[in-house]
């Protein structure tokens, strides 16, 4: 069994980045080396879920969690899930109605908290969508203090924890107008002393910078209710990850999305290669590969029986 907790599975079926991305840097820097290919990237948005489980199929993962890209409504998401009952899980997003273009500088955004509320009922209640996925703190706060950061996004903690569903925070750069230190995870401290019954997890690990995966261990060192997915995380912070908090905090997942599938190539070989090639027991890697998940979302699935999903 694997489980690829992060993909964004939507965009432009036409998007050709051509010869633009032919490294992991490339994506990062496209929005402002290439703004023309960045673009061509959100126009004509559509589910990509088709190809997404074409891949999962070829790489042999039997389950992913999907999410909005940048501005997409979760109606689209739920309707995939539909459409793949059987590999995917949805998560919602907020924000989007009134999301700015990612090619711009400033992404900030007024939320309705109230509205916004109302909304996630119907995503949890009515759509069956699971959890709240990446959340860039720049799309709702200008703050860069980790305490006002977790105050301006105690609003959005607040209505999760009625329904005790996970969220995702992100941690380094992004292909966005994101500052960097907003993917620096210290706020995310508060917010999981604040809201112990909220699942946090704390994406990418800090993108192979040590410096913020060391305050991303940190926080997941203190608070139990603190997960990390793998995306981009070398594997020596992985294997640090499992020696500190046990492989039962940790998620494989790999970004699929139209550019991080245009960088990897085989994007399911390159991520799976990673599991394989770490300094730690089998058990371990399974724990990776499918059991946190599973365990984290009460999946129920064939190969797990409820005495498998006991923590390490």
Same mark, same amino acid.
């Given at each position: ?5 992060? #993909? ?5 079926? @036409?998007?050709?980045?051509? !010869? ?6 490339? /994506? ?46 979760? /109606? ?17 997003? /907020? ?14 955004? %007024? ?18 969508? +699971? ?9 709702? #706060? ?8 977790? %105050? ?37 401290? +508060? ?5 112990? $019954? ?15 995966? $060391? ?43 139209? #550019? ?5 190539? !085989? ?6 290669? %990673?599991?394989? /090639? ?28 409820? $005495? @498998?999903?006991?923590?390490?």
């Amino acid at each position: 069994m694997i489980i690829d907790l992060h #993909t964004h599975p939507f965009g432009n079926p @036409d998007f050709n980045p051509s !010869d633009a991305i032919q490294s992991r840097r490339d /994506v990062v820097t496209l929005r402002r080396r290439r703004p023309d290919v960045f673009r061509s990237r959100y126009v004509n948005v559509q589910d990509l879920t088709d190809l997404l489980v074409a891949d999962m199929q070829a790489g042999r993962i039997d389950k992913a969690f999907i999410q909005p890209g940048f501005a997409e409504d979760p /109606v689209l998401v739920a309707t995939a899930v539909k459409k793949h009952p059987q590999h995917l899980i949805g998560l919602f997003n /907020v924000g989007h109605e009134h999301a700015r273009h990612p090619a711009e500088s400033e992404i900030l955004q %007024k939320i309705d908290w109230t509205k916004t509320g109302e909304q996630i009922e119907h995503y949890v209640k009515d759509l069956g969508l +699971v959890g709240c996925g990446e959340v860039l703190p720049t799309r709702f #706060t200008s703050e860069s203090a980790p305490e006002r950061i977790a %105050k301006e996004l105690r609003p959005l903690m607040e209505i999760l924890a009625r329904y005790r569903v996970p969220v995702m925070f992100l941690t380094g750069w992004t292909q966005f107008s994101t500052p960097l230190y907003h993917g620096m995870p210290l706020f995310a401290d +508060v917010l999981a002393e604040w809201f112990p $019954e909220v699942p946090i997890i704390i994406t990418k690990m800090g993108r192979g910078y040590s410096f913020i995966f $060391e305050m991303a261990l940190a926080v997941a060192y203190k608070h139990p209710n603190v997960y990390f997915d793998i995306v981009q995380a070398p594997p020596e912070h992985i294997e640090r990850g499992v020696r500190e908090l046990g492989a039962d905090r940790i998620m494989f997942g790999t970004d699929w999305s139209p #550019t991080w599938r245009a960088e990897a190539g !085989d994007i399911y070989k390159k991520n799976l290669q %990673k599991v394989e /090639v770490l300094e730690i027991s089998e058990e371990a890697k399974d724990w990776i590969r499918w059991r946190t998940a599973a365990k984290l979302f009460r999946l129920e699935v064939a190969e797990g029986r409820k $005495e @498998d999903l006991e923590p390490m």
